[in-house]
């Protein structure tokens, strides 16, 4: 199983994927598959479940108890380019302090860390019992009694300074391991799709490059497993920003001393206000109602988005705005405005792709699919036997 992480729809056409287009005709094709709303695309690839049901939407939720408490007397914000030595040394040592999986701090000034937690990140994602009681993919593997292989990155941050290898290259040794399944990510086209923007030329070339990449990965794993099947999808697409708007200059001003009263955060499509005082929370809505590039989300939005969660998670007031447009500065791009983003709760560019071959795979393209669908239909292909409830279906 690959996942192609950013891959839109369209990519897959002879011109850009020619490889990926190639295989799209001989197996199953799902040509447009829906993603879930908010950021955590992963955790519902493998459970199968809105973020509602798993806890958790994005990175980081608001909480007193995070990895980062040694940091509450820090007074510096550090979000300049200079400081990325020191905001890696905070990853390293609130990675040792909590033991969580990761911890990269991205571009959380550094005075707000210590208000928040992590979601996501705490615990590999294929860890056994990692969703509580919900079965993951991995979960119901081992309990087919089948082994499994999962890489999508080296997990120290020193070695992925280092290294800096091609991890798809890398897979290709672990090949050599034999086990029932296998999974593993390219990243590299939503990571320069946020760069250069998913429509410009350079980014074109990245995508051509991807496909010859993807290409060598599965004919190496057919020359290992002829009999094998590959699963190829895309968690999400991305749109061109056209606009990014400074929400904390319209904002109140965050402070140490005003923590516990009112604090927010600025993901790049989103942005969560906790606030216990009524007067300022109307004044913050008004604010919010002014910008017409987005919407306030009600009880109801929430719900029908799946992000039914904890104030935590959604804070008191939760914004998002419309495929286009970006905080900037957010939490993770302070200096930069970045030229691709996804993260919408709608828009025709948020669509990934699926697409399955192998020997016994049926031949036949499906206009749309949903990311839920891709667990059972890994959990059809391989006969595995679960009582889970999922939220998609297999298509195969
Ligand atoms: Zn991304």
């Not at 200079?82 to 905070?90: D, E, G, T, V």
């Not at 999986?101 to 019992?129: C, M, R, S, W």
């Not at 969703?131 to 990155?153: P, R």
């Not at 990571?191 to 991807?210: C, D, R, T, W």
Request: charged residues 25%.
């Amino acid at each position: 199983m690959i996942l192609v992480d950013a891959g839109r729809h369209d990519y897959v056409s002879e011109d850009n994927m020619p490889f990926l287009h190639s295989l799209s005709q001989e197996g199953t094709y799902v040509r447009r598959l829906s993603t879930i709303h908010g950021y955590a695309e992963r955790s519902s690839v493998f459970t199968s479940r809105p973020p509602q049901e798993y806890g958790y939407f994005g990175n980081f939720h608001r909480s007193n108890k995070g990895p980062f408490t040694w940091l509450r007397f820090a007074s510096f914000s550090g979000t300049s380019n200079a400081f990325k030595p020191i905001r890696m040394a905070i990853s390293m040592i609130s990675k040792y302090i909590s033991g969580y999986h990761f911890t990269n701090v991205h571009a959380v000034p550094i005075k707000y860390l210590h208000l928040f937690d992590l979601g996501e990140d705490q615990a590999p994602l294929y860890a056994k019992g990692r969703y509580n009681k919900i079965k993951s993919l991995f979960d119901i593997l081992i309990e087919n009694g089948k082994t499994f292989e999962y890489f999508d990155c080296l997990e120290s941050p020193f070695q992925r300074y280092l290294l800096k290898k091609d991890v798809l290259v890398l897979m290709e040794k672990k090949l050599n391991r034999k086990r029932d399944f296998y999974y593993t990510q390219l990243v590299e086209l939503d990571n320069m799709g946020h760069k250069l923007g998913p429509s410009s030329k350079e980014f074109k070339e990245i995508v051509q490059a991807a496909d010859k990449r993807l290409k060598r990965l599965i004919t190496k794993f057919y020359s290992r497993f002829p009999k094998g099947t590959v699963i190829l999808f895309a968690d999400h697409g991305m749109t061109d920003v056209k606009k990014g708007i400074n929400i904390a200059k319209l904002l109140p001003p965050m402070s140490a001393k005003t923590s516990d009263t009112y604090s927010y955060f600025i993901d790049s499509t989103s942005i969560r206000v906790w606030c216990t005082d009524k007067a300022r929370t109307d004044k913050i809505k008004n604010t919010f109602l002014k910008i017409k590039e987005g919407k306030l989300l009600t009880v109801e939005d929430r719900r029908r988005y799946g992000l039914d969660l904890p104030k935590e998670h959604v804070g008191d007031l939760l914004f998002w705005l419309e495929e286009g447009s970006v905080f900037f500065p957010d939490f993770y791009h302070p200096t930069r405005l970045i030229k691709g983003m996804h993260g919408y709760l709608e828009g025709n560019d948020m669509d990934g792709f699926m697409i399955i071959i192998g020997k016994d795979i049926k031949k036949k393209t499906i206009e749309k699919g949903h990311l839920a669908d891709l667990l059972p239909t890994v959990i059809n292909l391989m006969g595995l036997r679960t009582n889970e409830k999922m939220a998609g279906k297999s298509v195969n």
